[in-house]
């Protein structure tokens, strides 16, 4: 089993919908999680940082941290076809130098 | 300021042929870190570089993969000999380094083709 789950997809949604992107993980000792967008043939690029459980905004997009449930979410609002990209969540324990990363799930935002 | 700068981008190879990846990170990033991902897959960590210094090499395959990082700034990550498995995207990171500066910043890539 996976240190790091996560639902490899792909997500299709039109556009202005509300997408929900999840992992799951194991190790109780993550206490940094992150989400990185992924474009076609680029370097993942940091999107989301939070470091224990909570939740955090930035524009359209919010990262949850549910540490007793082993459980972190991505939500992006009013999504644009220029969100199509492949998503990956990344955790780490002691330190975020460590990361542990999902499969990542790809989604398209359909116009 | 110029991101993290990987060559080549592209390489096709025969099995068992050497091949050799370069990295220059962000300047002033003490931190440097080479990943594999395959198709499919996310990122997996090869090797982390505290300035000159591998301080985690645990999962880099010793007996064909090699990499090096002198004077603490660009770096060299090798394959000898390669075989088909090792087709994959090979990414390089950098860091600041230190608490609270951990934030990863990744190349491009190297997208490795062996036939």
């Known amino acids: 089993q996976k240190e790091v789950e996560q639902d490899p997809g792909p997500l299709s949604v039109p556009e202005g919908a509300i997408v929900s992107l999840n992992c799951t993980y194991s190790n109780s000792a993550f206490q940094y999680f992150m989400w990185y967008r992924q474009y076609s043939r680029k370097g993942p690029e940091l999107l989301m940082y939070?470091?224990?459980?909570g939740n955090k905004e930035d524009g359209r997009f919010t990262a949850q941290v549910d540490k007793s449930s082993k459980y972190i979410s991505l939500f992006i609002r009013d999504s644009q076809p220029s969100d199509s990209a492949t998503y990956l969540c990344a955790m780490s324990g002691q330190g975020a130098q460590k990361l542990v990363f999902g499969q990542g799930t790809r989604l398209t935002i359909n116009p | 300021e110029a991101g993290v700068v990987q060559s080549p981008r592209y390489k096709i190879i025969e099995k068992k042929q050497p091949v050799a990846f370069w990295c220059n990170p962000i300047s002033g990033h003490n931190t440097l870190y080479w990943y594999r991902q395959n198709l499919g897959q996310g990122p997996e960590l090869l090797i982390r570089?505290?300035?000159?210094?591998?301080?985690?090499d645990s999962q880099l395959p010793k007996d064909r993969f090699s990499a090096e990082r002198l004077k603490g700034v660009d770096s060299t990550l090798k394959i000898q000999p390669a075989e088909l498995g090792d087709s994959a995207v090979y990414l390089c990171?950098?860091?600041?380094?230190?608490?609270?500066?951990?934030?990863?910043?990744f190349g491009p890539g190297t997208r490795l083709l062996v036939l």
């Open positions: 990171a950098s860091s600041l380094g230190g608490v609270g500066e951990e934030t990863q910043y």
């Open positions: 939070t470091y224990s459980s």
């Open positions: 570089y505290e300035n000159e210094e591998a301080v985690d």
